[in-house]
């Protein structure tokens, strides 16, 4: 199968269509024919050293298809299912992958609008669990105006949350859209947000360097949650969130009901084909475009 790969560490250049063997299913897995596999921050980071250091690299945690082959056990879908979810390890990015979590396509969505929910509903999910966000508390989003703060600004609005979100100016139609209270980011952030009333809690996406203001806003480190700024996490007591301390894969079974009742819904920015994967990492290195990049093989 063709897949995306790396063998040295740099720029998008590095990256290369290489010839792979076909994964295989292992118990309660399935293997898709990709149609589309959603592009991540994570996947620039792991392409310049910055995270993963073993050599070399296959890219992609999130992809939708069509299944081909099934694990042991497997009852809940079957061949030819239209499924979207989680690739075992790095590699969606390709023409076949094996899912450990998924769920039965949304029938509303195309190949590509599947692909980009796995990653940013479950980093949203996750972190919203763990603030404990639930019916009658305000929270603010930093950062709410992208595909992890959108996800979030919904799902905590489905919970019966009242959201603030900091975007651009321009982004505060779109936010509005979403159910949130939209105000500008930078400097007077607090002041604008005292002046709504206060917040209860805060889910920093943006990694700003707001982290002290969050505090002093929620009156707490304890009621701030970061998925954006690790060493301000440590530097001031934050949670940081991260999948290694429990996902919310609940949510790949819930999405499909809010996006068909019109209560969720995550934009496609742009599609590329899978040979053009290093422009979408030079587009979305470069923050071009709103909303999710994927790939179509």
């Known amino acids: 199968m063709k897949a995306v790969e790396f063998s040295r560490f740099g720029g998008p250049e590095v990256l290369q269509i290489v010839d792979l063997p076909d994964p295989h299913p292992g118990?309660?897995?399935v293997r898709i024919r990709v149609r589309a596999a959603g592009v991540n921050a994570s996947d620039w980071k792991k392409r310049q050293g910055l995270m993963d250091q073993e050599l070399p690299q296959t890219l992609g945690h999130e992809a939708a298809g069509i299944v081909d082959e099934l694990g042991e056990g497997v009852s809940a879908v079957a061949v030819g299912d239209a499924v979207f979810g989680f690739s075992v390890m790095s590699g969606a990015q390709a023409e076949?992958?094996?899912?450990?979590?998924?769920?039965?396509?949304?029938?509303t969505l195309g190949f590509a609008e599947a692909a980009a929910l796995p990653?940013?509903?479950?980093?949203?999910?996750?972190?919203l669990d763990q603030l404990g966000v639930e019916n009658g508390v305000t929270v603010l989003v930093n950062g709410a105006s992208g595909s992890v703060g959108s996800a979030a600004v919904?799902?905590?609005?489905?919970?019966?949350?009242?959201?603030?979100g900091t975007g651009s100016p321009a982004s505060h139609d779109f936010l509005?859209?979403?159910?949130?209270?939209?105000?500008?980011y930078g400097d007077g952030m607090a002041e604008r947000v005292r002046a709504l009333g206060g917040v209860d809690l805060a889910l920093d996406v943006a990694g700003s360097g707001v982290l002290?203001?969050?505090i002093d806003l929620?009156?707490?480190?304890?009621?701030?949650?970061?998925i954006a700024d690790f060493s301000g996490a440590e530097r001031h007591g934050v949670r940081f969130s991260r999948g290694d301390c429990g996902r919310a894969l609940h949510v790949l079974d819930q999405i499909g009901e809010l996006i068909e009742s019109g209560r969720f819904t995550l934009p496609v920015g742009r599609t590329f084909p899978l040979t053009e994967v290093a422009q979408a990492h030079r587009v979305g290195e470069a923050g071009q475009v709103r909303g999710?990049?994927?790939?179509?093989?």
């Open 218 to 226: 929620t009156g707490g480190a304890e009621h701030v949650i970061t």
């Open 292 to 297: 999710k990049l994927v790939l179509l093989p």
């Open 96 to 107: 076949l992958t094996v899912l450990s979590h998924y769920a039965p396509m949304p029938p």
């Open 154 to 164: 919904q799902l905590a609005v489905v919970r019966g949350a009242r959201v603030i």
């Open 119 to 127: 990653a940013a509903i479950e980093t949203a999910a996750r972190a």
């Open 176 to 184: 509005r859209s979403l159910g949130a209270e939209p105000i500008a």
């Open 212 to 214: 002290p203001e969050l």
């Open 27 to 29: 118990p309660g897995q």
